[in-house]
């Protein structure tokens, strides 16, 4: 019974996951398309009128921007998380927050830029985005991700590497 519960949740997510995919292009299509009417000169508008073609691309063939952000009160009882997923005009196409407790974070801001960069990468695999770009103020994140630098603590290690398995 337990697995047939985990296996409904399963397709459900896989549901999930696909209608907002196809949401994602949806929304970068027509943004393109706004763009394209926007761009047609007067008088060519006024010969050509609405004979314009929709553009109908893979949304992997557009970039977008994964804006991460992890912070962490100053007593380190709370904190927080934020992703946004930009198109390459800086258009939101998908945003999530979330708050994290004390013993989700360990006072550790370095932990939940780490969970934000990794939920920012599991949402760009999910829909499908194949050119992304992170964005981050956070250098040690930039060390992580080139492999300047190495973790010291042991639940920082192994998000790393989980990033790691995403990238």
């Known amino acids: 019974m337990e697995t047939m519960k985990l296996y409904e949740q399963?397709?459900?997510?896989?549901?999930?996951?696909?209608?907002?995919?196809?949401?994602?292009?949806?929304?970068?299509q027509d943004r393109a398309f706004v763009r394209q009417v926007a761009a047609v000169?007067?008088?060519?508008?006024?010969?050509?009128?609405?004979?314009?073609?929709?553009p109908r691309g893979e949304v992997s063939s557009y970039r977008f921007r994964v804006y991460v952000k992890?912070?962490?009160?100053?007593?380190?009882m709370t904190g927080g998380m934020g992703v946004a997923i930009c198109d390459q005009d800086d258009g939101l196409v998908f945003e999530i927050s979330k708050?994290?407790?004390?013993?989700?974070?360990?006072?550790n801001t370095e932990?939940?830029?780490l969970k934000a960069l990794i939920?920012?990468?599991?949402i760009?695999?999910?829909?499908?985005?194949?050119k992304i770009k992170i964005v981050s103020d956070n250098p040690l994140l930039y060390q992580y991700v080139t492999g300047q630098?190495?973790?010291?603590?042991a639940n920082v290690a192994a998000l790393a590497n989980q990033m790691h398995l995403l990238l």
Do not use: C, F, Y
């Open 124 to 130: 760009a695999v999910a829909v499908d985005l194949k």
């Open 111 to 113: 932990l939940v830029e």
């Open 119 to 122: 939920e920012g990468l599991h």
């Open 149 to 153: 630098k190495h973790p010291m603590t």
């Open 70 to 76: 992890g912070l962490v009160d100053k007593l380190g």
């Open 41 to 54: 000169p007067e008088e060519e508008w006024r010969r050509t009128g609405n004979n314009l073609k929709r």
């Open 10 to 28: 399963q397709i459900l997510s896989e549901a999930e996951m696909e209608r907002m995919r196809l949401d994602l292009s949806s929304q970068v």
């Open 99 to 107: 708050g994290l407790n004390a013993k989700e974070h360990e006072g």
